[in-house]
């Protein structure tokens, strides 16, 4: 069975552009979180997703939204790209009602 | 302010030896707690996990202790084995079993250690 993917696997944008990182789950898996990891620091939880509704939002701007689409994959958008913003951006998938996450590869952002 | 502590960046341990990893919370308010590892490259992988309501947990190579008065856990990997070589995250969500992947507040994770396991 396939793991999570997350793609693209890398990503170089420029300050003030838009990105968007896409994530399909692991099959069976109805929710999806994103979290953020720069370097020399653990994850950070950014957003929550299941069936399609938010259901958990962490300390980030506006600027980052997210959607789950009804085959349960999902995006993640960040506006107006910060220097600051570069950062692997991890997706996760899970069972409801369940606590492990697995983890794709993750999407290395630079913003140049 | 860090909220889940790992105060050793990193910890080398012989091979056959015991591997020990330490971690602090400071929210009270946690009652579940995880490890993953993690090696480059690749995202995190689920070791173990221990619920508030216990004290220990075991699974093959590895065990995690759970002291709540100290609001400290710890890993113990034995024995050490060179492809245990990788970054490990400890991990709390106030939210047990209740809800999927951490709940609303997702899990909060320590900075990690960067485990090298010396043949």
């Known amino acids: 069975d396939a793991g999570v993917t997350q793609s693209p696997t890398h990503l170089i944008k420029t300050r003030g552009q838009h990105v968007t990182l896409r994530c399909s789950p692991i099959s069976g898996h109805k929710s999806v979180s994103w979290y953020q990891q720069v370097l020399g620091q653990g994850p950070q939880f950014i957003f929550q997703?299941?069936?399609?509704?938010?259901?958990g939002r962490g300390n980030f701007p506006d600027r980052f939204s997210a959607r789950q689409f009804p085959n349960y994959s999902s995006e993640l958008n960040v506006n107006a790209l910060l220097l600051g913003d570069s950062a692997l951006y991890l997706c996760?998938?899970?069972?409801?009602?369940?606590?492990?996450?697995?983890f794709g590869s993750g999407t290395q952002l630079s913003v140049l | 302010d860090q909220q889940v502590k790992q105060n050793s960046p990193s910890l080398s341990v012989q091979e056959g030896r015991i591997s020990i990893l330490n971690c602090d919370y400071t929210?009270?308010?946690?009652?579940?707690f995880l490890w993953y590892k993690k090696y480059p490259a690749e995202g995190p992988t689920f070791l173990i996990s221990?619920?508030?309501?216990?004290d220990k947990n075991e699974d093959g190579r590895f065990t995690v202790f759970l002291n709540k008065s100290a609001k400290h856990l710890s890993l113990h990997i034995v024995p050490s084995q060179p492809g245990d070589s990788a970054v490990y995250f400890c991990a709390a969500s106030a939210s047990e079993g209740r809800f999927s992947g951490g709940g609303a507040d997702g899990l909060t994770f320590g900075k990690g250690t960067h485990l090298i396991i010396q043949p």
């Open positions: 929210n009270s308010m946690f009652d579940y």
């Open positions: 997703y299941y069936e399609k509704e938010e259901r």
């Open positions: 996760a998938s899970s069972l409801w009602q369940n606590e492990k996450l697995f």
């Open positions: 221990i619920s508030s309501i216990k």
